[in-house]
């Protein structure tokens, strides 16, 4: 059962967002603030995906996904107030693989954790991807450049793997939107901007 640690100073919040992950088939863990989700994270090693409010308690929820995406891949999907377009971009720029806008429905949001978590998964059969000295490879979802493995997030594989696997063909970025976040135009697109940032930084010398 995929366990989701849900981080939100706000109990009812916690309480209608744990509720409707919990009746899709979700074990959920809570914490209040920064430095209870930071424990919670880890004493549990076996967390699926965590979903953190930025304006949570000290560590707000910006240095609180810095500290787990220094050290796990584990998704993160990050709450945010509605027009703090800086916080959403502070976030993806610092390893969140996806955001969700207050007010929101708590069935959007589980719909966004189980399209995380299903596009995280290894997809296994899939030839690895060679291109001179950078290899992707979808099994293990490991891509590897001059003979060292980098990190990536989730969303930033899957973006690495879906232009990979189309070469020499432009998407728009509301096709890759729709393609590797599976959402449509109405999201932000922004996004995307900023996972190819982010992964050109790791993949390009210059």
């Given at each position: 059962m995929p366990k989701v640690l849900v981080v939100d100073d706000e109990p009812i919040v916690r309480e209608v967002v744990c509720a409707y992950l919990q009746r899709d088939g979700f074990e959920t863990v809570e914490a209040g603030d920064g430095?209870?989700?930071?424990?919670?994270?880890?004493?549990?090693?076996?967390?699926?995906?965590?979903?953190?409010?930025?304006?949570?308690?000290?560590p707000d929820g910006l240095e609180v996904c810095r500290r787990l995406r220094a050290r796990s891949d584990t998704p993160i999907i990050l709450l945010t107030a509605r027009g703090e377009e800086a916080d959403r971009i502070v976030g993806l720029e610092l390893g969140a693989d996806d955001y969700v806008t207050k007010p929101f429905s708590p069935r959007e949001l589980a719909t966004r954790v189980k399209t995380v978590l299903r596009r995280s998964q290894p997809a296994p059969?899939?030839?690895?991807?060679?291109?001179?000295?950078?290899?992707?490879d979808p099994a293990s979802r490991e891509v590897v450049l001059d003979g060292d493995t980098l990190r990536l997030t989730a969303k930033e594989f899957d973006l690495l793997a879906f232009l990979a696997s189309h070469p020499r063909?432009?998407?728009?970025?509301?096709?890759?939107?729709?393609r590797v976040w599976g959402y449509q135009a109405a999201f932000d697109t922004g996004t995307v901007t900023v996972h190819v940032r982010r992964v050109r930084e790791k993949i390009e010398n210059d």
């Open positions: 430095d209870g989700a930071l424990e919670a994270a880890a004493n549990d090693p076996a967390l699926s995906l965590v979903v953190l409010d930025v304006m949570i308690p000290e059969a899939q030839a690895a991807i060679a291109f001179d000295d950078l290899v992707i063909q432009v998407f728009s970025r509301d096709q890759l939107m729709d």
